[in-house]
């Protein structure tokens, strides 16, 4: 597979439906809960600090328990929210059947591997079937599904499954490029490598122009 | 009897020592027994570090039994002492005799240097270049020192401006030169990935000694060889 989905989308949605990380409805961590959970996180912060040979009582790692416990629940703090939540109502009946692009949203998101940054672009096209969306939503959706722990190839899948499930369009097309932490800091230490991951569903799938026109117009 | 762990190559830390001296044969079991010791406290450093992680991952909402976190808290507890080797690591290790008598008096100068550090205070990221300087005092050193000096203090948990000093202090140190000068411009990933969330905001960050301190012409030199293009 080379991240697109063979079939259409909602054969496709079943499918992946075992593979999500979160279904549409639910939440995997409540935001109410969020202070409850930071005693705990502190202490195994305190724990990785005091084990890498650091002094926890130093100036600059007094208050960095607290603050790295608060730091990892923000940037995984797409577990709280769903689409529903998020898209607000901002879906507007619209006689338009021409692609829509919003390119260029940059995305930071955690490699669930090693828990470094991996960050970079998202571009999206969509073909609206009467239904088109605030511009922001489709920012929002990258935002939900890359503050989690991630691997590059199913954030594409979701945002794509996302924008999918919301608008019924014709066609979604998401291409991510980023540059990921764990292969540049450590590892293989390669510094300008890039990933490109693409997910291509309905119109973008079936007709090579169509793809043809949101590529090149999103990497112009 | 000092005992390395042999610098970072691909990712891989072999946990085997690096003798700086010969041993006689009965030094030889005194020897292994303290590597033992020393690997043995190193695992164990590592799967204390790897369940903190546990307890962070089931803390933040995920699944633990599910495939892709299933070595996470490993890979992530071998990811930071990576990250933070830098504490194990001295000057005179790295230098290893690479300082040449020359005479040479003008600027030598490094630029460009790629370095990755932690945020003391996040634990998130920091990256970007260091531009090294330094006027030779008839001694110079291997270039790729210069390099490997940044590796030391960037690879631990830093703010900016202290990582900038010990850098300058520590080729002060070793060369004795006529002036040093450094200067970093970093993206930190806590104000760019969360926080005020500023994209494409950049520190920069310099010290300046000996020369380059007290002479503005050298510092201008300095300054337009690294950050003009």
Do not use: W
Request: charged share 25%; glycine share 4%; aromatic share 6%.
């Amino acid at each position: 597979m080379n991240g697109h989905c063979n079939g259409n989308v909602i054969d496709v949605m079943e499918r992946m439906k075992s593979s999500m990380v979160l279904c549409k409805h639910e939440t995997s961590r409540k935001e109410s809960e969020d202070k409850s959970r930071l005693p705990a996180l502190e202490a195994a912060y305190t724990s990785i600090l005091r084990e890498l040979g650091e002094d926890t009582d130093r100036q600059g790692l007094l208050r960095t328990p607290l603050r790295a416990a608060k730091a990892m629940q923000f940037l995984t703090k797409g577990y709280h929210e769903t689409i529903d939540d998020i898209l607000n109502n901002a879906i507007f009946d619209e006689d338009h059947d021409e692609m829509v692009i919003v390119k260029d949203i940059d995305v930071f998101s955690l490699c669930e591997h090693h828990l470094v940054p991996f960050f970079g672009k998202v571009h999206i096209g969509y073909i609206p079937n009467k239904k088109v969306v605030g511009l922001s939503k489709l920012a929002r959706i990258v935002e939900i599904f890359s503050r989690r722990l991630q691997v590059q190839e199913r954030l594409t899948k979701q945002i794509a499954m996302g924008i999918s499930e919301a608008l019924q369009p014709k066609g979604v097309a998401v291409v991510i490029e980023a540059s990921h932490m764990c292969m540049v800091m450590r590892g293989v230490q390669k510094m300008n490598s890039r990933t490109v991951t693409s997910t291509m569903l309905g119109v973008y799938l079936d007709d090579p122009k169509t793809r043809e026109e949101f590529l090149t117009l999103s990497q112009s | 009897m000092e005992f390395h762990y042999a610098t970072e190559m691909n990712g891989n830390v072999p946990m085997v020592p690096r003798l700086t001296k010969c041993v006689q044969s009965k030094q030889v079991n005194l020897f292994k027994e303290e590597k033992d010791t020393k690997e043995s406290e190193v695992l164990t450093k590592t799967s204390c570090i790897e369940k903190a992680y546990c307890t962070i991952l089931s803390e933040l909402g995920e699944n633990t039994e599910r495939e892709g976190l299933l070595r996470t808290p490993l890979r992530a507890a071998k990811a930071m002492q990576f990250f933070t080797k830098g504490y194990k690591e001295t000057i005179q290790d790295i230098l290893n005799d690479a300082i040449f008598n020359e005479d040479h008096d003008e600027v030598v100068v490094v630029r460009d240097i790629d370095f990755f550090s932690l945020c003391e205070h996040h634990l998130v990221p920091f990256f970007g270049k260091c531009h090294i300087a330094y006027l030779p005092n008839k001694k110079v050193v291997g270039l790729s020192k210069l390099a490997r000096v940044v590796e030391i203090f960037s690879r631990r948990l830093q703010v900016q401006e202290r990582l900038t000093k010990q850098i300058a202090s520590a080729i002060q140190e070793a060369l004795e030169p006529a002036g040093v000068a450094v200067v970093m411009e970093a993206a930190h990933m806590c104000m760019v990935m969360r926080g005020v969330q500023k994209m494409n905001a950049k520190t920069i960050t310099s010290v300046m000694l000996g020369r380059f301190q007290t002479d503005s012409r050298s510092r201008e030199e300095f300054l337009s060889l690294t950050l003009g293009k």
